[in-house]
């Protein structure tokens, strides 16, 4: 299949127009700004445009283009993408830009069920064992899904969704734990998200966040287990537009 390169900034303008054969789907990325690092912030709204299928496989990115979406120069985007393809997550192409690798089907299934087997008794763990104040802390991050999915911020939906998930497992205590979840999520594709949005679904299923540090809470574990689980089996359904 031929590249097809995106290019023209106005697909980055604030009512994004609909897909261009050529130029391939439409992009609606943030504006990046704060006070960290511009590389950090771009590789972070990146992972999570990958995620939520702003960017899509077969498609070349320059990254003056994607610079413009972002209201920031070339490089911190191109320093970005460097990062993203020593990770597996892009590949370089010479001389047009970065082209996000392909997942097949199965791959993005194994990969949910090594996080089923990793978070869900993690989680269910902590129900009994974590400090109930640092329970009670995630509730801001899981609202803050909430907010986004309402605003139907899919880029911001998941940030704060990757944000909540590592807050979490994090209570474990176990970073290399941490960092192999964060490897596997930064691998998974919701393409979904977008239509439970337009659908008016995407908030009551975020809801599922804000039910599960209820659970957590009342260190209810049975709950906590089947939240966890039905939550997982979401990542390879509805929000990867399979049903």
Request: charged share 20%; proline share 5%; aromatic share 4%.
């Amino acid at each position: 299949m031929p590249d097809r390169t995106t290019s023209g900034a106005a697909v980055f303008a604030g009512t994004a127009p609909g897909p261009d054969p050529e130029r391939g789907p439409a992009l609606n990325l943030p504006r990046v700004l704060g006070h960290h690092s511009l590389r950090e912030q771009v590789s972070h709204a990146l992972r999570a445009a990958l995620i939520a299928g702003e960017l899509r496989p077969g498609v070349v990115y320059s990254a003056p283009v994607l610079a413009a979406g972002f209201g920031v120069s070339a490089t911190p985007v191109r320093e970005a993408m460097l990062d993203l393809a020593k990770e597996g997550l892009v590949e370089v192409v010479r001389n047009k830009g970065f082209r996000v690798t392909e997942l097949s089907e199965a791959d993005l299934d194994q990969f949910t069920e090594i996080r089923a087997l990793i978070e869900v008794p993690v989680v269910t763990g902590l129900a009994r064992g974590a400090a109930l104040g640092d329970l009670q802390a995630l509730r801001p991050a899981a609202e803050a899904i909430v907010t986004a999915a309402k605003a139907r911020d899919l880029i911001g939906y998941v940030e704060a969704d990757q944000a909540f998930h590592l807050a979490l497992l994090g209570l474990s205590g176990n970073p290399h734990l941490v960092e192999v979840v964060s490897d596997l999520r930064n691998r998974s594709r919701l393409y979904g998200l977008p239509s439970l949005a337009d659908a008016g679904a995407l908030a009551s299923s975020a809801e599922e966040h804000v039910q599960l540090v209820d659970a957590l809470v009342a260190r209810d574990a049975d709950r906590v287990e089947a939240l966890m689980k039905t939550h997982l089996t979401h990542v390879r359904s509805i929000w990867a537009g399979r049903e």
